[in-house]
């Protein structure tokens, strides 16, 4: 630290400046908390601040959860490239540190129109030692300490700028060389979003039923959706060897798609494609791009990549854009309002074409989660509903994932672990890097008793998607496991991180109390019960047992014990 700055390869943080600048002297684009929530660590720098303080000295008054401050957090983390969590570290239940190293202090950066310290390798006459001001009463030997400064500033950022690559080529080597990280697609003015985001799905719904091929899951690269970013950061921070990069443009009936392939160790172009197609032959288009990438990667191709080359008749063709939509808005969020949505779109394209698939399985998958949410008035009709969709997509496509994802969310409604096990094992077979595939085995495997091969399955999706939505579910089912299992510490520290990343979940709050309560932690299991109460008034005890329902006896002394603990700490029955 010189002079209220601290300092990294390629960055600085100027206390007195309120700002963080790059290795060009710029400000970094981060945003308004993110950049407060910095300067807060950086002031304290080497020691460890509480949560409760960061969050009361950025956002003040103003009523936020945990999320906006592990949301700031992850800002800061991006910008300085800090995926290791080395520089901005989390302290378990205690808060945060800025960490700043020996190697690391003292390294300037070039800041505009200001004088900064530094500290040269070799003494220089008329100026200060390290520490000491750098002021000189005579003009002439002040131009002659700026002189110096300004060529040491710029062989240190040279240097460090080097470095910082360096560092980055040598992850980059170090990756497997089959793996890649797809980042969204763009789309030109005029082209729906939805429409954008379902052309790179398809393309990845090919791509992860290559079983030698990493690919990062769909969930984590959304982090970097409408971010310039260099692909050769993005294979920094996931460790993948190539990034694939994407333009969608529709204009009427024509679509024209732009893919290109990248080696994240050197930042050069390996493959690249572009083509103009009629809408109804999107899906053949989608089969070429796989195809190319398959003979770029080097990837074993045959039966793994098969396209559907028929054009598709106009109807067709809205049917699948109808579809599109649908699928953008299930994924969306998990609301009824949003569910409600998506299943108004697919029942209209079923109308087109009967025999569409993206719109048998999302209507399929749409109804199931009402079911399984309770969001349905008619539970009868609306399952039956969802079972006739999955029919007749096994009639059509029984071998799509679509098709197998349907399946698996009908016998999670039916209770029927054995068959959401099954499922989910032909999933993870016929597609290893679709995260869902261990979703499923982690909540069949939790329910069957075998609660270390459910931990291995959740900790499986997690490590293909780090960055996913649905992170915070897995680290809830790991704690539910650990606690299963009477490994109490274990769950605490899986339960806290679930109930940060998602407090809108209330059970997994109502697990961490009773963690804390197995370790004799009474006023802390208390605490943790009222903040469950004050997020979800109506949750009660009851249903518990209503959603968590298995033969296993193991499960279920396990969940009653969950129970037993929730109603002596106050929840109500």
Not at 378 to 386: C, K, P, S, V
Not at 403 to 410: D, G, K, T, V
Not at 508 to 536: K, M, N, P
Request: glycine residues 10%.
């Amino acid at each position: 630290m010189a002079a209220g700055r601290l300092a990294w390869p390629g960055f600085v943080l100027d206390l007195g400046a309120g700002e963080l600048f790059d290795a060009n002297g710029r400000p970094t684009e981060l945003r308004a908390q993110a950049l407060k929530l910095l300067l807060l660590l950086g002031e304290r720098a080497g020691q460890v601040v509480s949560k409760d303080d960061l969050m009361h000295r950025v956002w003040g008054e103003v009523i936020v959860t945990e999320d906006s401050l592990v949301q700031a957090v992850g800002d800061i983390r991006r910008v300085l490239g800090d995926a290791r969590h080395e520089r901005v570290r989390t302290v378990p239940r205690r808060g945060y540190m800025l960490c700043v190293e020996p190697a690391d202090a003292g390294a300037p950066v070039a800041l505009p129109g200001r004088l900064v310290p530094a500290q040269p390798a070799a003494p220089v006459a008329g100026a200060a030692r390290a520490g000491g001001p750098l002021w000189h009463r005579s003009s002439g030997a002040l131009a002659l300490v700026l002189a110096v400064l300004t060529a040491v500033v710029v062989a240190v950022v040279i240097a460090g700028g080097a470095m910082q690559w360096g560092t980055q080529r040598d992850a980059a080597k170090a990756a497997a060389p089959r793996s890649l990280a797809i980042l969204p697609f763009e789309g030109d003015e005029g082209t729906a979003p939805w429409f954008v985001d379902g052309v790179g799905s398809d393309l990845e719904a090919v791509l992860v039923g290559w079983t030698d091929l990493t690919v990062i899951g769909r969930g984590t690269m959304t982090a970097y959706k409408g971010r310039t970013v260099d692909p050769r950061v993005v294979g920094t921070e996931l460790g993948v060897r190539h990034v694939l990069t994407g333009r969608a443009r529709r204009d009427g009936e024509h679509v024209r798609l732009t893919v290109t392939l990248v080696d994240a160790r050197t930042g050069e172009v390996e493959w690249s494609m572009l083509r103009d197609v009629p809408r109804s032959e999107l899906p053949a288009l989608v089969g070429d791009v796989a195809g190319g990438l398959a003979r770029a990667l080097t990837v074993a191709y045959g039966d793994a990549v098969k396209r559907d080359v028929r054009a598709l008749a106009p109807h067709q063709a809205q049917a699948d854009d109808l579809a599109l939509h649908g699928h953008a808005e299930l994924l969306r969020t998990v609301s009824r309002e949003g569910w409600e949505r998506a299943r108004g779109l697919f029942e209209a394209a079923l109308a087109l074409d009967p025999d569409c698939v993206r719109c048998l399985g999302g209507l399929s998958l749409t109804l199931s989660n009402l079911v399984l949410w309770e969001w349905t008035p008619d539970r009868a009709a609306t399952l039956a509903a969802a079972e006739q969709a999955s029919a007749r997509l096994d009639r059509i496509a029984p071998n799509r994932s679509l098709a197998l994802l349907a399946r698996a969310s009908l016998a999670h409604t039916r209770r029927d672990w054995k068959a959401v096990l099954s499922i989910g094992d032909q999933l993870a077979e016929h597609f290893p890097n679709d995260p869902a595939a261990h979703h499923h085995r982690c909540s069949a495997l939790l329910r069957l008793g075998r609660f270390e091969d459910s931990i291995a399955a959740c900790a499986r999706a997690q490590r293909i998607s780090p960055r996913d939505s649905r992170v915070a579910t897995w680290q809830g089912l790991i704690g539910y496991n650990e606690f299963m299992r009477g490994r109490w510490s274990e769950a605490e520290q899986a339960l806290r991180r679930s109930v940060l990343g998602n407090p809108r979940v209330p059970f997994y709050g109502v697990v961490l109390a009773a963690a804390l309560a197995e370790q004799d932690r009474r006023d802390e299991a208390a605490t943790a019960i009222a903040e469950v109460r004050t997020r979800h008034p109506e949750y009660r005890a009851g249903a518990i047992g209503r959603f968590w329902i298995a033969d296993d006896a193991g499960f279920q002394r396990g969940r009653d014990r969950v129970v037993s603990r929730a109603l002596e700490l106050g929840l109500p029955p």
